[in-house]
């Protein structure tokens, strides 16, 4: 029988305890738990960047697994805690936009609000719920409780911060830059259904990009190119640079696909 996943996700790096305090706590409570590190570089308090690292892993990890996201500005605020399933795989963390994204198109989807205050770690720290309260429900989570067994249902919760993107009548596509990688690719959020089939044109900023390539190689020197990446979705690349240097945009920027006329 495989062990159980539990995948973490923060913006904690590794200087401090803080990760390591929450695996103490997952480990306490499931000795044979797997744990994978999603990411812990998370640009501290960047919910946006979250969300999307955690897409772009999510159905990469193994059904049933648990992640814990813990990218958390409000913590000790009034921001509720919450658990969802999306996917065959399920989530702990804040209602804060981190969450929404990998619970889009889901048929299995569900949400609760995490209220089963005798399952968490006691005495809770006002600034430390991903050990005290995310951590331990995870751990009820993957030792096969149901969502319904750490909280209340709930109809909905907090939507990712950038609208999704959109197919125009003309055939062309619209999104918006969500990441930049450690490679300084420039990460959109349009798929790949929805760049128009043959040859396209991508602007953004003052900037229009016109090969679409299939794999960085392919580029020439310095020359500025459009990808589809292995997440499935539109990205702009430099081979052997750094594609942001030559845009300068930042995050939520708008991205423009076209058809080559």
């Excluded at 000790?76 to 795989?89: K, L, T």
């Excluded at 969500?178 to 900023?205: A, Y």
Aim: net charge negative; glycine share 12%.
């Amino acid at each position: 029988m495989s062990r159980q996943v539990v995948g973490l996700l923060t913006d904690f790096g590794t200087r401090d305890h803080y990760v390591s305090s929450m695996k103490g706590v997952l480990l306490k409570a499931v000795p044979d738990v797997q744990l994978i590190d999603i990411s812990h570089e998370i640009a501290p308090g960047d919910i946006t960047e979250a969300g999307w690292v955690l897409n772009a892993a999510w159905r990469d990890l193994p059904e049933g697994s648990v992640v814990v996201c813990v990218v958390d500005p409000g913590v000790g605020s009034e921001r509720r805690g919450i658990a969802i399933q999306a996917h065959g795989r399920r989530g702990v963390g804040p209602d804060n936009g981190t969450l929404e994204l990998v619970a889009r198109g889901s048929t299995d989807g569900e949400a609760v609000e995490l209220t089963v205050r005798a399952l968490w770690r006691h005495p809770v720290s006002p600034t430390f719920h991903g050990r005290d309260i995310f951590a331990p429900i995870a751990a009820r989570l993957a030792t096969g409780a149901a969502l319904r067994e750490v909280g209340d249902a709930i109809d909905s919760i907090v939507p990712y911060p950038i609208r999704p993107p959109q197919r125009r009548p003309d055939g062309s596509a619209a999104g918006h830059v969500v990441h930049v990688d450690r490679f300084g690719n420039v990460v959109t959020d349009i798929g790949k259904e929805l760049v128009p089939r043959g040859s396209v044109t991508v602007g953004v900023g003052s900037v229009v990009v016109g090969r679409l390539v299939s794999f960085y190689a392919e580029a020439d020197a310095d020359e500025l190119v459009a990808v589809i990446n292995s997440s499935g979705h539109l990205e702009l690349a430099m081979r052997g640079a750094r594609a942001i240097d030559r845009l300068n945009v930042k995050r939520g920027a708008v991205v423009e696909v076209l058809p080559a006329r």
